[in-house]
């Protein structure tokens, strides 16, 4: 198995709510290491860069507010295929539809406030990362 890198988000409506700490819990007990992490406010461009993605798509104007709405959460996680086991831990986008003891099954308060962002690939992970992260900042 591969020691992998991969990128996590604390959306504003869990850091409102104080989750970071629980968040955080689920993650490292199912055996993610966090190396990295900074609570910042993205601005507007910041978030529609981050997300530019998703440009086309009819969600991306509510996603790109709900992301500057507050606090974020960001950091690194490494593990052994942290992009996978990260995401299993997330559960699925649509609480609804997440296994139980996932984070959004546990805190998403609907499939936009779904309290988490992950990578969903190991390169998305290494742009995503490089996106918030310098070198120096990842021990």
Avoid at 22 to 40: D, F, M, P, T
């Amino acid at each position: 198995m591969a020691i992998e890198n991969t990128l996590s988000i604390i959306k504003p409506d869990a850091t409102d709510r104080n989750l970071t700490g629980a968040i955080n819990s689920k993650l490292e007990k199912a055996g993610l290491k966090i190396i990295a992490q900074k609570r910042l406010k993205l601005s507007r461009e910041m978030a529609q860069k981050f997300y530019e993605v998703h440009k086309d798509r009819p969600f991306y104007n509510d996603l790109v507010d709900f992301m500057i709405s507050g606090p974020v959460v960001v950091q690194v996680l490494s593990g052994e295929n942290a992009v996978m086991l990260n995401r299993e831990v997330m559960g699925a986008t649509n609480p609804s539809e997440a296994k139980d003891g996932t984070i959004r099954k546990e805190f998403a308060l609907s499939i936009e406030a779904n309290s988490v962002h992950g990578s969903d690939s190991l390169e998305n992970a290494k742009n995503e990362i490089s996106f918030f992260f310098s070198s120096i900042e990842i021990v």
